[in-house]
């Protein structure tokens, strides 16, 4: 899927389960290939990424130095990929069996994760916390 070179990994800063992820990743061989972007930092602009700034708050994203862009399961894979310790886990996940499972349980946790604590930072240093819904 993701080129082994270089990978964009854009993750939500506020949620804690999601920097833990985020902050092993880091911690793994070839996370030098990954550049994470927090989506929650002022800073972030999803619209300058070519990204939903809706879309990118709901389901994880990546985009390879391509411009290919991956969410949800998709996005776990390209990273999975990329981290020489994960390319077993890339591989079942795209077992035909397993990976419908994964769908399943991704889509669950995603559509629970805004209802989840967020962390202590205050929310209004990003501009997305508070993002209305289109009609």
């Not at 990118?56 to 969410?71: A, E, F, I, P, S």
């Not at 240093?125 to 009609?135: L, M």
Request: net charge neutral; aromatic share 12%.
């Amino acid at each position: 899927m993701a080129p082994a070179s270089q990978l964009s990994v854009f993750f939500d800063g506020l949620c804690p389960l999601c920097s833990r992820e985020i902050d092993h990743y880091r911690k793994q061989s070839g996370s030098e290939r990954l550049s994470f972007v927090d989506i929650t930092d002022a800073t972030f602009d999803a619209e300058r990424e070519g990204l939903d700034p809706r879309h990118v708050h709901k389901v994880m994203h990546t985009r390879d130095q391509n411009g290919n862009l991956y969410t949800g399961v998709d996005a776990f894979i390209a990273i999975w990929d990329v981290l020489p310790k994960y390319n077993w886990l890339a591989k079942l996940a795209r077992n035909g069996v397993v990976r419908p499972i994964m769908d399943v349980g991704y889509n669950a946790f995603a559509f629970v994760r805004p209802y989840l604590p967020r962390k202590s930072r205050d929310c209004e240093a990003s501009p997305y916390c508070d993002i209305p819904k289109k009609n």
